[in-house]
C-alpha cells in the first residue's frame, strides 16, 4: 500500500520510520522548512526500541503525487484545519485517512470534508517528541498504534491495511471496538492533561495531595458524564480502571498539554475541554472543574 504521513513529527516521524524499517512504501507531507531539514538530515530516530536513519521520500502540498492507499494524520488539534487543506489533492475515493489525534472532535471535521467512509478510526500512545535538530526521540517501552473500522468490521480494505502495519518494530493493533477505545482514551487524556495542567505539576505530587486524588476522581466522573450524555461507549467501570492507571503512573509523568504550557506554546484547550463544555451546557450539566480548566487554559493563551 502507498502511505502518506501528514507531517514528519514525534509521531508520524516515528511510526512512518518504522514503516520505512520494513520496506512499506511511505512518504511524507511537509512543509518546506521541514522538507529542507530532511533533505540536509535525513530523518533521524533515536528510540528505546532502536536507532535509524534514512533519507525519506517528501512532497510539499500541491507537488504532483500518485493516489494514496492510507493517510495518517497525527497533527495538534489546532493545525487539523490547514492539515485538511494540504492533503486534499492526494485523497481519493479509496483513500483511508487514520487520524491519530487526541479526542473526538476532529472526526466530524474529517467526515464533513472527505466523507464517513473515508474515515477510519485510530489513537495512539507513545512518548515522543522533536528536539531542537529535528531528531525524533521515542523514551518510552510504549509505541502503540491502535486502528478499526468504527463499524468494527473486518473489511478487505482494513485487513490488508492490518498486513501492512504488521512486523514493524513498533506495535500496530487493529481494534474490533475503536470508537470505544477512542472515547476511554479521550477520557484518560482530559483527565490527565486537566489536572497537570491546572496544577502545573507531574502526576505524582498531585496524588500526594488529599485534593489532589479527589480533583483527578471528580475529574475522570464529570468527563465520563459528558460523555454517556451524549451515549458514548464508555464501558461500565471505566472510571476504576482510569483511576487505577493514573495512580500507577510514574511519579514525574507530564501530559503533553503540559509540556505544551511550560514551552510557551499553543494548547488543545477548544479540541478537549471547550469539546466537553458545549455538550454540557446543551444537556445542561454541571462541570465545575472541566469549566475550571478551561478558563485556566483560555487565560493562559490569551497572555
Given at each position: 500500500m502507498r502511505v502518506l504521513i501528514v507531517g514528519a513529527g514525534g509521531i508520524g516521524g516515528y511510526?512512518?520510520?518504522?514503516l520505512v524499517e520494513k520496506g512499506e512504501d511511505v512518504t511524507f507531507l511537509v512543509r518546506q522548512n521541514r522538507k529542507q531539514q530532511l533533505d540536509e538530515t535525513g530523518l533521524v530516530i533515536e528510540s528505546v526500541h532502536g536507532n535509524m536513519e534514512f533519507k525519506?521520500?517528501?512532497i510539499v502540498?500541491?507537488?504532483?503525487?500518485?493516489?494514496f492507499d492510507v493517510i495518517l494524520l497525527s497533527t495538534?488539534?489546532?493545525?487539523?484545519q490547514g492539515a485538511i487543506e494540504g492533503m486534499k489533492p492526494y485523497v481519493t475515493e479509496n483513500t483511508m485517512i487514520l487520524p491519530l489525534l487526541n479526542g473526538i472532535a476532529h472526526v466530524?471535521?474529517?467526515r464533513a470534508v472527505f466523507g464517513d467512509e473515508s474515515v477510519i478510526g485510530g489513537l495512539?500512545?507513545?512518548e515522543t517528541t522533536l528536539d531542537e535538530k529535528g531528531t525524533v526521540v521515542q523514551t518510552s517501552p510504549i509505541h502503540d498504534l491502535v486502528f478499526g473500522e468504527f463499524s468494527g468490521e473486518q473489511t478487505e480494505r482494513i485487513k490488508k491495511l492490518e498486513s501492512t502495519f504488521q512486523g514493524t518494530k513498533a506495535s500496530f493493533r487493529l481494534s474490533e471496538n475503536i470508537e470505544q477505545d477512542m472515547w476511554h482514551k479521550y477520557q484518560f487524556i482530559a483527565t490527565l492533561s486537566g489536572v497537570t495542567s491546572i496544577f502545573r505539576a507531574p502526576i505524582g505530587p498531585i496524588r500526594d495531595q488529599e485534593y489532589g486524588v479527589?480533583?483527578?476522581?471528580?475529574?475522570?466522573?464529570?468527563?465520563?458524564?459528558?460523555m454517556r450524555s451524549v451515549e458514548a461507549p464508555l464501558a461500565e467501570g471505566i472510571e476504576a480502571s482510569q483511576m487505577d492507571k493514573i495512580m500507577q503512573m510514574g511519579y514525574n509523568m507530564k501530559s503533553s498539554l503540559q509540556r505544551d504550557m511550560e514551552k510557551g506554546l499553543?494548547?488543545?484547550?477548544e479540541h478537549f475541554f471547550g469539546y466537553l463544555l458545549q455538550i454540557a451546557k446543551v444537556k445542561q450539566l454541571r462541570t465545575p472543574v472541566i469549566g475550571t480548566i478551561y478558563a485556566n487554559l483560555e487565560v493562559y493563551e490569551a497572555r
Open positions: 511510526f512512518g520510520g518504522r525519506p521520500k517528501t502540498s500541491g507537488e504532483p503525487a500518485e493516489p495538534k488539534a489546532y493545525h487539523l466530524d471535521e474529517l495512539c500512545f507513545i479527589e480533583t483527578i476522581q471528580t475529574l475522570l466522573e464529570e468527563v465520563g458524564n459528558v499553543k494548547t488543545e484547550a
